[in-house]
């Protein structure tokens, strides 16, 4: 299985498949049971503003939008950050559930973290139950940075990098 990465540029084409991708990936790793209302609509928010949020970081120099596809569907997609010199952030990273252990976020997570530069602090929040992701994290060098505070509705962490060079991460 061939994974191509490439920018993604969001048109208006794109805004429903993009959305719907985020739903699938949303769905299958932010819910479980005991959310209460108000997590469940702070995850619905993330489906809502997908699109826009890729829209505004393709006008934005100081971030990237990756894709990944897979014989020519989109499978997933990062959004990589530079909000100051010391401040690198892996923003968005969303694989559509049917890709899950295929590869597709590594090469997506590799990419991002080259696009950002692998050779400096780079920070991710993620969610606080999502043991996979936080395992997929850490294989990655980061690790959740206990004295970082996250004031999201759904238990996120902060998870940090120290800079090093990519090498066999993730691998």
């Known amino acids: 299985m ?26 299958s790793t932010y819910y479980r049971d005991d959310l209460t209302q108000a997590q469940r609509d702070a995850n619905q928010r993330i489906i809502d503003i997908a699109y826009d949020s890729c829209l505004a970081a393709n006008r934005n120099d100081q ?4 894709g990944a596809w897979v014989e020519d569907e989109l499978s997933g997609f990062v959004i990589s950050t530079i909000h100051g010199e010391e401040n690198r952030e892996l ?3 969303m694989v559509d559930p049917v890709h899950h ?3 597709v976020a590594d090469t997506l997570m590799r990419a991002g973290l080259e696009w950002l530069d692998p050779m400096t602090d780079i920070w991710l929040n993620t969610i606080r139950f999502n043991s996979r992701a936080i395992h997929f994290y850490q294989r990655y060098g980061f690790a959740i940075d206990e004295t970082a505070q996250s004031h999201h509705v759904v238990p996120n962490v902060i998870m940090r990098r120290p800079p ?8």
């Open 2 to 27: 061939a994974i191509v990465i490439d920018h993604l540029i969001c048109t208006d084409g794109m805004r429903e498949e993009l959305t719907a991708l985020t739903a699938r990936a949303v769905k």
């Open 63 to 66: 971030q990237a939008v990756l």
């Open 91 to 93: 923003d968005w990273l």
């Open 101 to 103: 252990g295929q590869g």
């Open 164 to 171: 090093r060079p990519l090498s066999n991460e993730g691998r």
